[in-house]
């Protein structure tokens, strides 16, 4: 048996994940679903996506993996459904990425992220504001490969 992964992510959903069951990736909330019916599971995981992020069914980014084997042999389809327009804070962009704070929130100051905005002011951050990054931003950076190596100095931020 392959271990089966978030398409997004990469994250070992293996353990987690059952047949036709909608399941969070922990570690980038993207819904996912183990299926035999293509069409059905896609309109599953459309309506999973647009109810929790109230928007169109049609601006769900969903991608299909064919031929998934599982656990008991069979061979299914893994959907996975996000809305590319949520946006993410930088915590929820070094977790994807497997990188410290530091590392992700240098990303942002370098450009790395080119549709990320700085949000309001907050108590932590009064004087620049927290940044807010796209989830297409996050799978652009994450398909073309730019990740750097967790520094040790990293690990305090």
Not at 31 to 37: F, K, M, P
């Amino acid at each position: 048996m392959e271990e089966i992964r978030c398409p997004f992510c990469g994250e070992d959903v293996t353990e987690a994940i059952s047949p036709d069951a909608l399941l969070t990736c922990p570690r980038c909330h993207v819904v996912l679903l183990l299926t035999s019916d293509e069409d059905e599971g896609e309109a599953r995981v459309r309506n999973a996506v647009s109810g929790a992020q109230n928007i169109d069914t049609d601006d769900v980014q969903v991608v299909v993996v064919k031929g998934v084997t599982t656990r008991d042999g069979h061979h299914l389809h893994l959907i996975a459904g996000w809305n590319p327009e949520e946006t993410l804070r930088v915590p929820d962009v070094a977790s994807i990425l497997g990188v410290s704070r530091y590392q992700a929130w240098r990303y942002c100051t370098t450009g790395a992220f080119p549709n990320a905005s700085k949000g309001r002011p907050s108590r932590r951050h009064y004087d620049t504001g927290i940044w807010l990054i796209p989830r297409k931003d996050v799978q652009r950076f994450l398909l073309t490969g730019r990740r750097s190596e967790r520094r040790e100095d990293d690990e305090n931020y």
